[in-house]
């Protein structure tokens, strides 16, 4: 599957996809390590996949050896059991298996399962039949053709239909394969299992039977498992709801033999007194306490408290926030906790006053209960959301407020919306947008990050199908909202606001319908077209129907600028193919021959290059198209002097694309990372911007006009040099401040793409604007159908790629017009 983003991974810092790193994770691994749950006394064993509390539905019976020599059934078989208090539906699970300590993959045995199983209720799926036939099972609920072995393998029970590319052994499981599984059975000699060892090895007259029926669940095969003998149960068997006093398991009626497992449960304990009156033994900030981590972490403990977030239902999340209506007196201490327990295991709902029993874990730096053995609702409460105002104070952190419903009173503003498709995140800051660094002076990268807030939906779906703040319309940066309230969590290296209530944002930064006016005569325009490929699945459009979706904005964008000359970036390098389709496609719209364009007499070997078009009515080339072999410049810049049709003072259009600021193993020396916000080849750069002003006084080029995306910000060196080689930054000059930036990168906005005029041509600049219709917009609105809702695509300008587009007017001497 492609990345997201099709940014070319050459010219942007780190691909855009890569630069945030991984953004979620699996509760698995780590509730298990807090657990003490690590397959241990196995050197290749790999951490079981157990859930963070005991699993609602659970393998309760595993036999491999069907159809064998003196083997009591014909067929193999898996014995499913809910243990929970809810029913729960299969569709969309499958039973997944491997050889104990082979290289195969569980996907490479799956049988897809479906129906309902109602609390304490069995299903049995029925494998591969042996070569010597013996009894029949009973009625299976689901067959299918998986075959086990009789002594020793691994069985998954997996929250989807995909087939996992992993084994837990030689394949390890990542954590988002693993957060698939709802249960792992490693029998025998398995080198995947949970808890300390694997589950007995079994024989043609042996199963591993579940304890209790199939209630126990431990997350330890060695402690929960024994081999008994097969006895399986379908869902006509009599329910044996978890809880209340049930006999040894026994086969079903239409079972061939009628004995029960070896292994038979103990009745399960009903408590003598009501869970109500079973009271708290730790006040939550005991179990947050003063500093980051907590003083009672590994310790089960009761706790009391009133919902205030319920995120049962979204995604992993799969739990709820609970705060004490009666806090302490110490500020420095949080009041609030996340239990990690599935609408399956108690649903809640905001306002339910709850006591919670389970054990006290650090995950992802966020304090939790993880296992959940209890939540009993005891009543209904409120709690005020505390009120908290930004920038943080010099030195403080979110920490005191760690899981406690908060409201933020002051407007916030949108500074980044990169992840809203993916994973539902928006970042807001307090005192509007924020700047890179290296883009203009007074930037205080401290205090910004005291003054922000990340906003998450509360899911780790990736790519929901339905995606937050984009009704009733999509939001925008520079886009504001007043009294944001929610819970303050904390994962993956970020504290993050999860709304409990709606965010209505207020449209504060308005979409402009067309740029700025910029007088003149002539108007030339630089636009970055972020990959405008003919050639399919390479950089660009992967489709006929997304190559024209990105064809129509692109036109759009043109004929929104409706310049006379524009200077292009990252059209694909295939000779005049590109660049003239895009001409053709624009000429279509405004009317034939309109514009032109012009050919690139060194475009380099690069897959992308520069290109120029221009509109034959307004304006005349003076001489040849020139360009540089100067080895430099990885994308040679395209030189063209102009005139006004009919003559007149010229001006000498330089379009230029700079090396890019991403970092690889060939960026060394000067070209490192310097740590001074400038990124890797910076000093690259610098050469470039010599070389065009090498360019301007050999050629001896008229009013020259350097345009393009340079790949560097406002106060960066490559910028410097070419003030200091006398060109003026036009939008230094003409864009108001707030308003002078054309690229989004990490939340940071800034101007990448520029406009340089020399002296003379300086005075006769009337205008020059940036047209803010990419980087205010978020990618979901962009040409490509994988994860963009289809609702949200326009064939508008906006987002029609991710650098904006700059106008410059000139009024020029001469001519006709």
Known sequence: ???????????????????????????????????????????????APASAEPGAVVISQVYGGGGNSGAPYTNDYVELFNRSTAAISLDGWSLQYTSATGTGLFGSQKQDLSGSLAPGQYHLVQLSAGSTP?????????????????????????????????????????????????DLVGYGTANYFEGTAAAPGLGNSTAAVRAGGGCADTDDNAADFAAGTPAPRNTATPPAPCGAASPSPSASPSASPSVSPSASPTPSPTPSVAPCDVPANRQIAEVQGSGDTSPLAGQTVRVEGIVTGDFQQTGQQSGFYFQDPTPDADPATSDGLFAFARASFKDVKVGDRVLVTGRVTEFNGLTELSPVTAVDVCGTGTIKPKVYDLPRA?????????????????????????????????????????????????????????????????????????????????????????????VLSYGFGAYRLEPTEQITFLRTNPRLPAPAPVGGNVRVASLNTLNWFTTLDSRGADTVEEQQRQLKKIVATLKGLNA??????????????????????????????????????????????????????????????RSST????????????????????????????????????????????????????????VRQAKAVLGLIDSMDLP???????????????????????????????????????????????????????GKQLAKRVTGATIWHVNADEPRILDYNLEYNPPSLYRPDAFRSSDHDPLLIGLNLPGGKG
């Not at 020793?152 to 957060?179: D, F, I, M």
């Not at 010229?650 to 001074?676: I, M, R, W, Y």
């Not at 800034?750 to 005029?757: C, K, Q, S, V, W």
């Open 134 to 182: 013996s009894g029949a099972l009973p009625s299976p609920d689901t067959v299918g053709n998986l075959s086990l072995s009789a002594t020793a393998g691994k069985v998954a029970l997996v929250r989807s239909a995909t087939g996992l590319a992993c084994n837990g052994g030689s394949s390890p499981c990542s954590p988002e394969q693993t957060a698939q599984i709802a």
């Open 703 to 757: 009013n020259p006009l350097v345009i393009g995306d340079l790949n560097a910000y406002g106060e960066e060196d490559p910028i410097h040099t070419l003030e200091k080689g006398g060109l003026t930054s036009l939008s230094k000059r003409f864009v108001p401040a707030a308003q002078r930036y054309s690229y989004l990168f990490n939340g940071l906005s800034g101007e990448l793409d520029h406009a340089m005029a």
């Open 564 to 625: 006379d000359v524009v200077g292009l970036m990252e059209v694909e390098n295939n000779g005049q193919t590109a660049v003239n389709a895009l001409v053709d496609a624009l000429n279509a719209e405004v009317g034939a021959g309109t514009y032109a364009a012009l050919t690139h007499p060194y475009p380099g070997t690069d897959l992308i290059h520069v290109a120029a078009i221009y509109k034959p009515a307004k304006v005349t080339p003076v001489g040849e198209t």
């Open 630 to 685: 100067d080895p430099v410049f990885r994308r040679p810049p395209l030189i063209q002097t102009f005139r006004r049709a009919g003559g007149g003072q010229p001006f000498t259009l330089l379009v230029n694309h700079f090396k890019s600021k991403g970092c690889d193993e060939e960026a060394t020396g000067g070209d490192a990372d310097q740590g001074d916000g400038q990124s890797c080849y910076n000093d690259e750069r």
């Open 394 to 486: 010099e030195g403080a952190t979110f920490e005191p407020y760690e899981n406690v419903l908060v409201t933020f009173p002051e407007p916030l503003t949108v500074t980044d919306h990169y992840n809203l498709g993916r994973y539902g995140e928006v970042t807001v800051a307090a005192g509007g947008r924020l700047f890179q660094r290296t883009d203009r002076s007074g930037v205080n990268p401290a205090l910004d990050a005291r003054r922000s807030l990340l906003i998450d939906d509360g899911s780790n779906t990736e790519n929901p199908a339905t995606i937050p703040h984009t009704t009733p319309q999509v939001v925008r940066l520079g886009d504001t909202a007043v009294g944001i309230t929610g």
């Open 1 to 47: 599957m492609r990345a997201l983003s099709r940014a070319c991974p050459d010219d942007h810092p780190g691909g855009h996809d890569l630069r945030r790193g991984v953004r979620r994770g699996t509760r698995a691994v780590a509730a298990l390590a807090a657990a003490g749950l690590l397959a241990a006394g196995v050197a290749v064993a790999s951490p």
